[in-house]
């Protein structure tokens, strides 16, 4: 019998509380890293519940870390999905990863970087513990959709929304071979989104279709590139 448990409140996925909607969405942009987790060390940044984490170490036969802030979260993960050897889970933040320099293959972080002040400091963080030409997976929200006319993101978890072009030069300072994909495509013409199709794709964003999420795939330059 599990002894901690988590309310779903609209920040963070709880398996079996979340509506299915937004679980759907969450996961499938796991299903799209596991893809390129083979034989590789992932890092999942702001795990969450961990169901995540738990999906790429059951699909990929190499080791995953989840870090995240809340001590809850990490508890719910570590009783439920702690059980597996290839998954473990750490409790800290993501501008101050308790890891040495070059430690991972891979970083997925899904969802997090509109909640963090220090957002550079997360980018730079990540690029840290990344091996030389390791990958970044990070989506965020496109504030083209959830909000391109307010001062402030609608959603109150949120501290900043990025456009498209904003998030990809910021991601240019860190990293290398950017690549966006997209998810949930919005008809600009009347602000409807396609709810029967989660799969990651090419990002749409023009004048008729614009993605509601943006994934970003980034590569950690070798030394000799720089």
């Given at each position: 019998?599990?002894?901690?448990?988590?309310?779903?409140?609209?920040?963070?996925?709880?398996?079996?509380?979340?509506?299915?909607?937004?679980?759907?969405?969450?996961?499938?942009?796991?299903?799209?890293?596991?893809?390129?987790?083979?034989?590789?060390?992932?890092?999942?940044?702001?795990?969450?519940?961990?169901?995540?984490?738990?999906?790429?170490?059951?699909?990929?036969?190499?080791?995953?870390?989840?870090?995240?802030?809340?001590?809850?979260?990490?508890?719910?993960?570590?009783?439920?999905?702690?059980?597996?050897?290839?998954?473990?889970?750490?409790?800290?933040?993501?501008?101050?990863?308790?890891?040495?320099?070059?430690?991972?293959?891979?970083?997925?972080?899904?969802?997090?970087?509109?909640?963090?002040?220090?957002?550079?400091?997360?980018?730079?963080?990540?690029?840290?513990?990344?091996?030389?030409?390791?990958?970044?997976?990070?989506?965020?929200?496109?504030?083209?959709?959830?909000?391109?006319?307010?001062?402030?993101?609608?959603?109150?978890?949120?501290?900043?929304?990025?456009w498209p072009e904003e998030f990809y030069n910021?991601?240019?300072?860190?990293?290398?071979?950017?690549?966006?994909?997209?998810?949930?495509?919005?008809?600009?013409?009347?602000?409807?989104?396609?709810?029967?199709?989660?799969?990651?794709?090419?990002?749409?964003?023009?004048?008729?279709?614009?993605?509601?999420?943006?994934?970003?795939?980034?590569?950690?330059?070798?030394?000799?590139?720089?």
């Amino acid at each position: 019998m599990c002894r901690t448990d988590m309310e779903f409140t609209g920040e963070r996925v709880v398996p079996g509380k979340t509506p299915q909607t937004i679980y759907d969405e969450h996961i499938y942009r796991y299903i799209f890293a596991a893809g390129l987790a083979e034989n590789k060390v992932i890092l999942d940044v702001a795990c969450g519940t961990g169901y995540g984490t738990r999906y790429l170490a059951e699909k990929g036969p190499g080791k995953v870390v989840g870090v995240d802030i809340s001590a809850e979260a990490v508890d719910y993960a570590r009783e439920r999905f702690g059980k597996d050897k290839k998954a473990s889970f750490v409790c800290a933040n993501a501008t101050r990863l308790p890891f040495g320099d070059h430690a991972f293959d891979l970083i997925v972080s899904f969802e997090t970087i509109e909640h963090i002040r220090q957002y550079r400091k997360f980018l730079a963080e990540c690029r840290r513990v990344l091996r030389e030409n390791g990958l970044l997976i990070c989506s965020t929200p496109n504030r083209r959709i959830f909000s391109p006319k307010l001062a402030k993101p609608i959603n109150t978890f949120h501290v900043k929304e990025f456009w498209p072009e904003e998030f990809y030069n910021l991601l240019r300072r860190y990293f290398t071979d950017i690549t966006f994909y997209g998810q949930c495509d919005v008809k600009l013409s009347d602000n409807s989104v396609d709810r029967t199709n989660y799969n990651v794709h090419d990002f749409n964003d023009n004048e008729l279709v614009s993605s509601a999420y943006i994934i970003a795939m980034a590569r950690k330059p070798n030394k000799s590139s720089i």
